[in-house]
Nanobody, 117 residues
Framework: QVQLVESGGGLVQAGGSLRLSCAASGRTFSSYFVGWFRQAPGKEREFVAR????????AYADSVKGRFTTSRDNAKNTVFLQMNSLKPEDTAVYYC??????????WGQGTQVTVSS
């Protein structure tokens, strides 16, 4: 069993930066892929980024490529999402999830990111 807790969300002006953290409990965290997803009001949840078990492979949605970077510190059971050059359309609740590359079994509660224009 893995429990995930996101933090680091908040209100930021367009062009600003935020760093989200996803802290995990459980000794097996390093055996999971971790994905970042977001859901804006009235929209479906969408994929943002993914990182493999060791942090050597990452994938990003086209909408965030070049602006967002995900990384992980398995010694601290934490995954990060560094978000730069934020845009109003990045406003959403951001979730981290742990599991396999296309099947995520564990989800956090989400953290709100609001980007003002």
């Amino acid at each position: 069993q893995v429990q995930l807790v996101e933090s680091g969300g908040g209100l930021v002006q367009a062009g600003g930066s935020l760093r989200l953290s996803c802290a995990a409990s459980g000794r097996t965290f390093s055996s999971y892929f971790v994905g970042w997803f977001r859901q804006a009001p009235g929209k479906e949840r969408e994929f943002v980024a993914r990182i493999d078990r060791t942090g050597s492979s990452r994938a990003y949605a086209d909408s965030v490529k070049g602006r967002f970077t995900t990384s992980r510190d398995n010694a601290k059971n934490t995954v990060f999402l560094q978000m730069n050059s934020l845009k109003p359309e990045d406003t959403a609740v951001y979730y981290c999830a742990a599991g396999e590359i296309v099947s995520y079994h564990y989800w956090g509660q989400g953290t709100q990111v609001t980007v003002s224009s």
